[in-house]
């Protein structure tokens, strides 16, 4: 073989290599259907807002705790 013919047979850098990869990858994704995306997304804001709701009322009750043990001293 010529050395021009082995040069044009080296492989891609590995950025392009990367983008390749990415691009294919992607299309063997499994995705979801606007209903199951809708579904999944209400499900996790219904979780933020549970989370959200817990949290603050933690926060709450813990600083009242605190003043009051504070305006004891």
Known sequence: ??????????DPNAIVRYFRE???ELRR???PTRREAANMTVIVLVSVGVTSAILGLLDFLFSRFFAFIISLG
Do not use: E, L, P
């Open 29 to 31: 994704v499994n995705w």
């Open 1 to 10: 073989m010529s050395k021009a013919r082995i040069a044009t047979k080296r």
């Open 22 to 24: 990415t691009g294919a």
